[in-house]
């Protein structure tokens, strides 16, 4: 059982490239998050998903698109990287309710942007 | 002033010790809290959830003071390997209002 897993685990872009981070999980659980962390600005939410088909925007949703393809898969990309978006990118996932239910992150993406 | 403020430590402590933490939050609309566990360079981990009856899981006790705003950890006996930042998480309503403190980080000294 991988849980939730991110793909890649390391990236380094050049400003205005483009790139699509991949998340997965195998737990069935409805809804997924995208996250990033930045050092004392602790976690903030991009975007979630609370179930397959809906999408909708977190506290810091600039810059970025995300595309929940399946049940499974919920990617995030950036359109026009900007070194303002180095960060490490946590995927999560939840079987249904934020309130109650253990949210399970994946390993995550360490993105510089030069 | 943020949602969600926690000490950043560091919190150097013996092993055996006990320590607590505190994590206070903003808006008093909040509903769920959390505690969560991250290694250096890995995922938060859920540590446990926090209940307004307090709750125990071993040698982790969480409270709840909504009077005042906070949420506490206790860490009894202290163990090498609860060498970690741990993180405050605040939910009101809604998958968007999940709100992460920044984390305490710990060490336990041998």
């Known amino acids: 059982n991988a849980g939730v897993t991110q793909t890649p685990k390391f990236q380094v872009l050049k400003t205005g490239q483009s790139m699509t981070l991949q998340c997965a999980q195998d737990?069935?659980?409805?809804?997924m998050y995208w996250y990033r962390q930045d050092p004392g600005m602790g976690l903030r939410l991009i975007y979630y998903s609370a179930s397959e088909g809906t999408t909708d925007k977190g506290e810091v949703p600039n810059g970025y698109n995300v595309s929940r393809l399946n049940k499974r898969e919920f990617s995030l990309r950036l359109e026009s990287a900007a070194p303002s978006q180095t960060s490490v990118y946590f995927c999560a996932s939840i079987q249904d309710s934020p309130s109650t239910d253990t949210q399970y992150f994946g390993p995550g993406t360490r993105l510089t942007v030069l | 002033r943020k949602e969600v403020e926690q000490d950043p430590g560091p919190f150097n402590v013996p092993e055996g010790a006990t320590v607590a933490f505190n994590c206070t939050y903003s808006?008093?609309?909040?509903?769920?809290f959390f505690w969560y566990r991250q290694d250096c360079r890995k995922e938060p981990k859920l540590l446990m959830s926090?209940?307004?009856s307090g709750n125990e899981d071993g040698r982790f006790t969480a409270q709840l003071n909504r009077a005042s705003q906070y949420i506490s950890l206790l860490i009894r006996d202290s163990k090498l390997s609860d060498s970690a930042t741990y993180l405050c998480v605040v939910m009101r309503g809604g998958y968007q209002k999940v709100t992460f403190g920044t984390g305490t980080k710990l060490q336990v000294i041998p």
């Open positions: 808006n008093s609309a909040s509903q769920s």
């Open positions: 926090v209940y307004s």
């Open positions: 737990m069935n659980h409805n809804s």
